[in-house]
Structures are given as C-alpha cells and as structure tokens.
C-alpha cells in the first residue's frame, strides 16, 4: 500500500512539473509568445505576429475597447490594403 502512494504521489509530481512546460508550449502554437490571452500582449508584439503571418506595413494598430482582448490594424497583404483583426485567441482575420 505504501509502495502504491509513494508512485502515485510521484506520477502526480511529474505531472504538476510538466504543466507549466505545457502550456507554454500550447500558448507559443496558438500565436501568443506571453502564452496568455492576445489582449496581454503588447502593440510590438503584434506587430510582429502579424509580420509572421505575411502582412507588412502594419499601422494603426489598436486595442478593441469594448472587448479588452481583441486588435485591429491597417496593413498590407500580396501588394493589397487590408484591415486585420486578431481575436483573443490569436486568430487572424483581413479584409
């Protein structure tokens, strides 16, 4: 029984270690570099996310008051003005 609580109790300690690696991890393939919400993340740093996402001459780059979370910019996509919004989650939508 001893045995029993002792691997448990080590299953559990490996898997509390593994979380904070985790989620890292999982933050860094939604978009965000923080791992947090997109609304944590600073104007430079969405800059740069839509600069990895192909847009160039980004401008007018703004947190949506209303929902705390969201952007919107100016930029340009294949030679073409664009309006980009980024959602909480990191995802991007031009028109």
Request: glycine share 14%; hydrophobic share 45%; no cysteine.
């Given at each position: 029984m001893r045995r029993m609580i002792i691997v448990t109790?080590?299953?559990v300690l490996a898997t509390?270690?593994?979380a904070p690696a985790?989620?890292?991890?999982q933050g860094m393939a939604g978009?965000?570099?923080?791992?947090?919400y997109v609304g944590q993340m600073s104007e430079e740093q969405i800059r740069q996310k839509l600069a990895g996402e192909g847009f160039a001459e980004v401008s007018d780059?703004?947190?949506?008051?209303i929902t705390k979370y969201r952007w919107t910019a100016k930029a340009?996509?294949?030679g073409k003005p664009v309006e980009v919004t980024i959602?909480?989650?990191g995802h991007v939508s031009a028109k």
């Open positions: 109790s080590g299953a509390l270690a593994a985790l989620a890292q991890a978009g965000t570099a923080t791992g947090g780059v703004k947190k949506i008051p340009m996509r294949s959602d909480e989650l």
